[in-house]
T-cell receptor
Framework: DQQVKQNSPSLSVQEGRISILNCDYTNSMFDYFLWYKKYPAEGPTFLISISSIKDKNEDGRFTVFLNKSAKHLSLHIVPSQPGDSAVYFCAASLRYAIEGSQGNLIFGKGTKLSVKP | KAGVTQTPRYLIKTRGQQVTLSCSPISGHRSVSWYQQTPGQGLQFLFEYFSETQRNKGNFPGRFSGRQFSNSRSEMNVSTLELGDSALYLC??????????????FGEGSWLTVV
């Protein structure tokens, strides 16, 4: 049973346009969400995170939106650049973990973004 | 400062053998987590160590084990290898773990192929 779902395995966008990557989760206890980017043959790199007390976090070209009622978050990249082409993973965590559990990251299966020049 | 270092980067093993992978976290980081990445399942959490103690574990069989040393370096071991264990194994480190809200940093991974 997947707790974090990225329903689009791939996305193709023209350079300069907006890329929107979506992520859904099922566990309402998740309260901390992260996005990672992964290039082939490299480990994932942290991009941006958001706490459940916020609905938006922005860092340069990257903005993450959180809709808790819909259990949905999205990553917006504006403007998209060819160097953004990578696999993007959404992850969720229990930041303030239940006693006895220190929590861990639950990842989606990733969305491969291709930005065409 | 140096990043998370994993060794070996690539290895091939035969079914039934065992393998040990090593991870050196970023200096000052006490939490080390291990993940398995496969095309079909994405990134899946294996276990987390903090101050030499395993404090969380994912849904993997007992063939997967790990440990952490006093210098925070960690090893994971897979015994009685199966073909399905072929994957990229990623190590991640942070100061105190994800539950503390710390950013975690990944190594480049160890590619294991079981034949």
């Amino acid at each position: 049973d997947q707790q974090v779902k990225q329903n689009s395995p791939s996305l193709s966008v023209q350079e300069g346009r907006i890329s929107i990557l979506n992520c859904d989760y099922t566990n309402s206890m998740f309260d901390y969400f992260l996005w990672y980017k992964k290039y082939p043959a490299e480990g994932p790199t942290f991009l941006i995170s958001i706490s459940s007390i916020k609905d938006k976090n922005e860092d340069g070209r990257f903005t993450v939106f959180l809709n808790k009622s819909a259990k949905h978050l999205s990553l917006h990249i504006v403007p998209s650049q060819p160097g953004d082409s990578a696999v993007y993973f959404c992850a969720a965590s229990l930041r303030y973990a239940i006693e006895g559990s220190q929590g861990n990251l639950i990842f989606g299966k990733g969305t491969k973004l291709s930005v065409k020049p | 400062k140096a990043g998370v270092t994993q060794t070996p980067r690539y290895l091939i093993k035969t079914r039934g053998q065992q393998v040990t992978l090593s991870c050196s976290p970023i200096s000052g980081h006490r939490s080390v987590s291990w993940y398995q990445q496969t095309p079909g399942q994405g990134l899946q959490f294996l276990f987390e160590y903090f101050s030499e103690t395993q404090r969380n574990k994912g849904n993997f069989p007992g063939r997967f084990s790990g440990r952490q040393f006093s210098n925070s370096r960690s090893e994971m071991n897979v015994s009685t290898l199966e073909l399905g264990d072929s994957a990229l194994y990623l190590c991640a480190s942070s100061r105190a773990g994800v539950s503390s809200g710390n950013t975690i940093y990944f190594g480049e991974g160890s590619w294991l192929t079981v034949v």
